[in-house]
């Protein structure tokens, strides 16, 4: 059976400040968003039917807009209002929520300045991005051609779409491929990340990570770099050469949908899905499902 498309769907989206039809959930076709890159978003997971860290990446989103040089029409507590709103709505108990931005239609020359700005805020449910026993067994990655680019050539802390299209670029070779997804290699050669998630190896018991100078340095890195000091793990983050993958004994992603996402090779490079990984994975799905 073939998945849902996105654009033909029951429930609501909210847009520009009301809940409209999700079918009717439209932007102009000379969008300057659509034809420039001037978008940003973010990912919210939903446990529980409710949303973790909502109000980090609201923020987030905020930030990733200024560094595009547009702002928000809307605050940080309103967009974490939003989307516990529209989370209720849909009756979404383990899913995804997806905020973006982008630049309207008022003209269509490569400047910005003048364009308004619209928000949305959909939401679906969407328990795991991988098949069922990724998190067991692990996932496997391709190294790809093509890389994330220097800081000074692109905005780096945005999550912004047009950075996106180098994971999609990635992903696309390294499913058709036969891998899960792809790993870049930064602008001078180093590891970076995945295509949509932060990668940490295991060496001798530590955590090495590599510097999010020229990547997003993610709201569920930052939490399991967090969750690492409170398990008494060293956490070291520096910049790794791809040869230093031949030291590791684990390898895994994290990121607000992948979540700590074990890798089981690396090319033909082989890891086991260890006991730090999932000591990790486990501490993890215990603070989302938090109540209190």
Same mark, same amino acid.
């Given at each position: 059976?073939?998945?849902?498309?996105?654009?033909?769907?029951?429930?609501?989206?909210?847009?520009?400040?009301?809940?409209?039809?999700?079918?009717?959930?439209?932007?102009? #076709?000379?969008?300057?968003?659509?034809?420039?890159?001037?978008?940003?978003?973010?990912?919210?997971?939903? /446990?529980?039917?409710?949303?973790?860290?909502?109000?980090?990446?609201?923020?987030?989103?905020?930030?990733?807009?200024?560094?595009?040089?547009?702002?928000?029409?809307?605050?940080?507590?309103?967009?974490?209002?939003?989307?516990?709103?529209? =989370?209720?709505?849909?009756?979404?108990?383990?899913?995804?929520?997806?905020?973006?931005?982008?630049?309207?239609?008022?003209?269509? @020359?490569?400047?910005?300045?003048?364009? @308004? =700005?619209?928000?949305?805020?959909?939401?679906?449910?969407?328990?795991? =991005?991988?098949?069922?026993?990724?998190?067991?067994?692990?996932?496997?990655?391709?190294?790809?051609?093509?890389?994330?680019?220097?800081?000074?050539?692109?905005?780096?802390?945005?999550?912004?779409?047009?950075?996106?299209?180098?994971?999609?670029?990635?992903?696309?070779?390294?499913?058709?491929?036969?891998?899960?997804?792809?790993?870049?290699?930064?602008?001078?050669?180093?590891?970076?990340?995945?295509?949509?998630?932060?990668?940490?190896? #295991?060496?001798?018991?530590?955590?090495?990570?590599? =510097?999010?100078?020229?990547?997003?340095?993610?709201?569920?890195?930052?939490?399991?770099?967090?969750?690492?000091?409170?398990?008494?793990?060293?956490?070291?983050?520096?910049?790794?050469?791809?040869?230093?993958?031949?030291?590791?004994?684990? #390898?895994?992603?994290?990121?607000?949908? /992948?979540?700590?996402?074990? #890798?089981?090779?690396?090319?033909?490079?082989?890891?086991?899905?260890?006991?730090?990984?999932?000591?990790?994975?486990?501490?993890?799905?215990?603070?989302?499902?938090?109540?209190?």
């Amino acid at each position: 059976m073939s998945p849902e498309p996105f654009d033909d769907r029951d429930g609501t989206v909210w847009l520009d400040g009301a809940f409209v039809p999700w079918r009717e959930a439209r932007l102009h #076709v000379l969008s300057h968003g659509l034809h420039y890159g001037g978008a940003v978003f973010e990912g919210v997971r939903v /446990y529980g039917g409710r949303p973790f860290k909502s109000v980090e990446h609201a923020e987030r989103l905020r930030a990733s807009a200024r560094e595009l040089n547009f702002a928000l029409p809307y605050t940080a507590a309103e967009l974490d209002a939003v989307t516990r709103e529209i =989370v209720s709505r849909e009756g979404i108990t383990d899913g995804y929520v997806r905020p973006v931005a982008w630049r309207g239609a008022e003209q269509i @020359s490569v400047s910005g300045a003048g364009n @308004s =700005v619209h928000v949305a805020v959909a939401a679906w449910e969407w328990p795991h =991005v991988f098949a069922d026993g990724a998190q067991e067994r692990g996932i496997r990655l391709k190294t790809s051609r093509w890389r994330r680019p220097s800081p000074d050539t692109a905005p780096v802390r945005a999550k912004a779409a047009s950075l996106y299209a180098i994971g999609t670029l990635a992903r696309d070779e390294a499913e058709a491929a036969g891998f899960d997804d792809a790993l870049l290699l930064d602008h001078r050669g180093r590891l970076a990340e995945a295509t949509g998630a932060n990668l940490f190896l #295991v060496i001798d018991g530590e955590l090495h990570t590599p =510097v999010p100078d020229g990547f997003l340095d993610g709201i569920t890195r930052q939490t399991v770099i967090a969750l690492a000091g409170e398990l008494g793990l060293t956490v070291r983050v520096r910049g790794i050469d791809p040869a230093e993958l031949a030291l590791a004994d684990e #390898v895994f992603l994290t990121g607000t949908a /992948y979540e700590v996402q074990p #890798v089981r090779t690396v090319d033909d490079r082989a890891f086991t899905v260890g006991k730090t990984t999932l000591r990790l994975a486990e501490a993890y799905g215990e603070l989302v499902r938090r109540t209190d």
